[in-house]
Antibody
Framework: ELQLVQSGAEVKKPGESLKISCQGT????????VAWVRQMPGQGLEWMGS????????KYSPSFQGQVTISADKSLNIAYLHWNSLKASDTARYYC?????????????????WGQGTTVTV | QSALTQPPSASGSPGQSVTISCTGT?????????VSWYQQHPGKAPKLMIY???KRPSGVPDRFSGSKSGNTASLTVSGLQADDEADYYC??????????FGGGTKLTVL
């Protein structure tokens, strides 16, 4: 079964660092992009950036460039979202999703598998 | 890269149809036939309902349909059911492995 499993909820203080993770199972994780999506309390979804697991190439939304670092470990099938210095405004639920950037028989340019979300409270 | 524009709310009675719009620009919605729609129930992860403007993943009822004209995409939910009450988000591919979401629409089944 295709699954993205995210790390557990975090409670941190302003200024602390944090790295949350997203592990893929049931498919060739390294052949795909993984997107990170922020959802602040009571708000909508925001694409933060994506990482290609195979070579760790990362793309960022201009709104998040320089604010977070997105990386991956191909050997562990894990994508990461990292903050050097958290702010209260980083309080949100963060989702990872498999981002398909091509067309195949079954899907085309979409985010088809989502993790369960990680709540970060600062 | 601005968010796509969706109405904040929509509503309909059981059995009726409702359409939610999603307006972008020629750099996203208008430039690619790669609009997706996601359903999100409270406290749950988003679920893909429509991709490539009109296509439904396996398991999504055909009561859900999508369309696009110019820079505006639409999601229509026909035969509204109680469980359709949720937040709906559109998203568009915006080139070079970048994406943009809409602000979301809260669908209420009256």
């Amino acid at each position: 079964e295709l699954q993205l499993v995210q790390s557990g909820a975090e409670v941190k203080k302003p200024g602390e660092s944090l790295k949350i993770s997203c592990q893929g199972t049931g498919y060739s994780f390294s052949n795909y992009w993984v997107a990170w999506v922020r959802q602040m309390p009571g708000q909508g979804l925001e694409w933060m950036g994506s990482v290609y697991i195979g070579d760790s190439d990362a793309k960022y939304s201009p709104s998040f460039q320089g604010q977070v670092t997105i990386s991956a470990d191909k050997s562990l099938n894990i994508a990461y979202l990292h903050w050097n210095s958290l702010k209260a405004s980083d309080t949100a639920r963060y989702y990872c999703a498999r981002a398909i950037s091509y067309c195949s028989i079954s899907t085309c340019y979409t985010m088809d598998v989502w993790g369960q979300g990680t709540t970060v409270t600062v | 890269q601005s968010a796509l524009t969706q109405p904040p709310s929509a509503s309909g009675s059981p059995g009726q149809s409702v359409t939610i719009s999603c307006t972008g620009t020629s750099s996203d919605v208008g430039g690619y036939n790669y609009v997706s729609w996601y359903q999100q129930h409270p406290g749950k992860a988003p679920k893909l309902m429509i991709y490539e403007v009109t296509k439904r993943p396996s398991g999504v009822p055909d009561r859900f349909s999508g369309s696009k004209s110019g820079n505006t995409a639409s999601l229509t939910v026909s035969g509204l059911q109680a469980d359709d009450e949720a937040d709906y988000y559109c998203s568009s591919y915006a080139g070079r492995n970048t994406w943009v979401f809409g602000g979301g629409t809260k669908l209420t089944v009256l």
